[in-house]
T-cell receptor, first 114, second 112 residues
């Protein structure tokens, strides 16, 4: 099964702080995704990418930046964290177009913004 | 407003019973539907996908799709305690490659 890892697994920061969440996949998948999960909202797409240097805007991008540095690595940046960004963040990857290919999820990062 | 609506929000089914979960897209430009399962404290994992009208069966799990009404349903027969999880429906719009839109999920509890 496809391997997706995330770090850190848990993070606490203060309002206005800088946070970087990391994701790595070792399956040579083209597509990578960042989601947030909140009770009552399912999974909401923040940003996604179909290759190194590419970035696509998701459905809830405000307050988030992302960068895909290599085929394997996708980063999510919160430059001025706010309490509304307290959430469970998942990274996912898929071999090709996520609409036709299974997405494989990492274990998640739980972020608390005080 | 959610473009993918799931019902019910939560469901309790006795062990050995049938669980039926529903999902409808309000976006007519949807081509494919997916069902993911997420056990408590774990990440979502793909359970089944369906792209064509009709029915697809895999073991105890059956998925139906009606493309005209943009409605899909997941049925679990002979439910087991290990089926207790959050079930997420997702739809893929044909105008935006690479993207899935998830519903809010149905929390299924199987009572022994």
């Amino acid at each position: 099964e496809a391997a997706v890892t995330q770090s850190p697994r848990n993070k606490v920061t203060v309002t206005g702080g800088n946070v970087t969440l990391s994701c790595r996949q070792t399956n040579s998948h083209n597509y990578m995704y960042w989601y947030r999960q909140d009770t009552g909202h399912g999974l909401r797409l923040i940003h996604y990418s179909y290759g190194a240097g590419n970035l696509q805007i998701g459905d809830v991008p405000d307050g988030y930046k992302a960068t895909r540095t290599t085929q394997e690595d996708f980063f999510l940046l919160l430059e001025l964290a706010s309490p509304s960004q307290t959430s469970l963040y998942f990274c996912a990857s898929s071999p090709d177009w996520g609409g036709q290919d299974t997405q494989y999820f990492g274990p998640g990062t739980r972020l608390l913004v005080l | 407003q959610q473009k993918v609506q799931q019902s019910p929000e939560s469901l309790i089914v006795p062990e050995g019973g049938m669980a039926s979960l529903n999902c409808t897209s309000s976006d007519r430009n949807v081509d494919y539907f997916w069902w993911y399962r997420q056990h408590s404290g774990k990440s979502p994992k793909m359970l089944m996908s369906i792209f064509s009208n009709g029915e697809k069966e895999e073991g105890r799990f059956t998925v139906h799709l009606n493309k005209a009404s943009l409605h899909t349903s997941l049925h679990i027969r002979d439910s087991q305690p290990s089926d207790s999880a959050l079930y997420l429906c997702a739809a893929s719009p044909n105008y935006n490659q690479g993207k899935l839109i998830f519903g809010q999920g149905t929390k299924l509890s199987i009572k022994p």
